[in-house]
């Protein structure tokens, strides 16, 4: 078949890639000249996801993936943009949450419809508010003249993570839902050709839903463990030793605390939800709230551990939102390093994965009074607190993550603060 896929991003090229070397025809539109003459040119933007970027360019010098700032006539159209939200935004109702953006969308489907012949198929993979597919994109559509009867449009959203994309993109199974039955078994027939795990049918409207309760669940769980760091805190209970007695537990599965839930996902898709029904949510609101308060705990927990200290320069190491990925979209470690200069501390920030902070720890960490740790690459394992105690000023640690074997700190001379431990154990088992 020829396939069109419209937003070569995370989720668009991968999948672009993958439906070429399937054996499709493949068009890969972005509007972003800058990025379709890089690929053109042999260079793929998203780093460090295994096995992609061989995928990528075996399809483009193969010629079964092209790469374009226009679409074409096509079979199947897949719309894999980015849906964030709107924010600053109060709801008539006075509740003041965001909202989706589906103006990409809007914009993808207007792009498309002139391509568009009786039977052609429009799949829409982006994380949207349950019913966008049958209104907005539907309309979008049917706004430019085109009879969607004709049309078989449907909604089967992305699920890989982040850091395993190929694999799960295979993998992973797919649920696809139709605005029809025959636009639903359509899309159904294509997902086969290229995916090895089921591929289960619905309508539109739950598979839009089911999407957004997969990742309001993984916040709500996020939330829980954030809210056990800072109830353990309260209590003198390490949480990191509790999580994972409860967790020996066969139908109890805690998830991890930290600085915050980053991403363009976890912290976004929860309001599409929200937003659909403002009133019915109160769990998924707090959850919310609480996850969204991780940053300036993590700042007053830096402000603890400095004691009143007369602290100039601090180091954060790991600005990504999450582990071994390179993706700063809503990290929680920028945002913490925000709220620190706003408090007047000077912030240098490491991280191996993303280039504008890719350069040696030491530099990063010389003269600091603290390092935090708040995102926990798996190269940090290899530090060498001794030569980081030598170039600090003072030999400080915050570790959000509870990423590190603190005793190993502390016999380097460190006082550490871990999240979810309280001060108090702090005291009893420091060395200084
Ligand atoms: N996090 C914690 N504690 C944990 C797990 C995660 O603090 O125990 C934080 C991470 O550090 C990160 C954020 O949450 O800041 C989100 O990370 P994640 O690994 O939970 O999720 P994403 O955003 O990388 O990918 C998610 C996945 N959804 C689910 O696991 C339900 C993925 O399958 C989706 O395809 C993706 O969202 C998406 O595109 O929607």
């Known amino acids: 078949m020829k396939v069109c896929v419209v937003g070569l991003g995370y989720i668009g090229l991968p999948t672009a890639a993958l439906v070429a070397k399937a054996g499709h025809e ?45 679409p074409e006539v096509a079979d199947v159209y897949l719309i894999a943009v980015p849906t964030p939200f709107q924010s600053n935004y109060t709801s008539p109702s006075g509740l003041d949450y ?10 993808a489907a207007r792009s498309v419809a002139p391509y568009l012949r009786p039977g052609s198929l429009v799949i829409l993979e982006s994380t949207v508010p349950p019913g966008t597919t049958r209104g907005l994109l539907t309309e979008a559509i049917s706004g430019k003249g085109v009879d969607t009867a004709k049309i078989l449009i449907a909604h089967a959203p992305e699920r890989v993570l982040p850091g395993n994309i190929v694999f799960e993109l295979m993998h992973n199974s797919r649920i696809v839902g139709g605005v029809t039955e025959e636009a639903t078994s359509a899309a159904c027939d294509f997902y086969r050709t290229f995916v090895k795990g089921p591929v289960v049918a619905t309508d539109a409207t739950t598979a839009e839903l089911v999407k957004l309760m997969e990742n309001t669940y993984r916040d709500v769980n996020i939330a829980l463990a954030n809210e056990f760091a800072r109830v353990s805190e309260y209590l003198g209970v390490n949480v990191w030793q509790a999580i994972q007695l409860a967790n020996l537990h066969p139908r109890v599965n805690i998830l991890r605390p930290g600085p915050g839930v980053g991403g363009h996902c976890i912290g976004v898709d929860p309001y599409f939800l929200i937003q659909a029904a403002p009133s019915l949510t109160p769990l998924v609101q707090t959850a919310r709230r609480v996850n969204e308060s991780m940053p300036g705990y993590t700042v007053q927990l830096v402000e603890q551990l400095l004691a009143g200290r007369n602290a100039a320069k601090l180091a954060i190491l790991g600005a990504s939102y999450k582990a071994n990925v390179g993706d700063v979209r809503e990290s929680p470690a920028l945002e913490v390093a925000r709220l620190l200069r706003d408090k007047g501390f000077v912030v240098a920030v490491h991280d191996p994965y993303v280039e ?21 690459h798996r190269v940090y394992n290899e530090l060498d607190p001794v030569r980081l105690r030598d170039l600090m000023s003072a030999p400080l640690l915050l ?9 190993r700190w502390r016999a380097a001379g460190f006082t550490v603060r871990q999240l979810g431990v309280p001060e108090a154990a702090l005291k009893v088992v420091s060395y200084d």
Do not use: W
């Open 356 to 376: 504008e902070y890719n350069m040696p720890v030491d530099e990063v960490v010389r003269g600091a009074a603290a390092v935090l740790l708040l995102t926990d």
């Open 98 to 107: 965001p909202v989706a953006d589906l103006s990409y969308v809007e914009a």
């Open 26 to 70: 493949v068009l890969g539109f972005d509007v972003d000249a800058t990025l379709i003459e890089r690929l053109q040119r042999g260079v793929v933007p998203i780093v460090n996801e295994d096995g992609l970027e061989d995928i990528v360019l075996e399809v483009l010098s193969s010629g079964s993936l092209k790469v374009a700032t226009e």
């Open 399 to 407: 570790d959000a993550r509870g990423a590190v074997d603190p005793l």
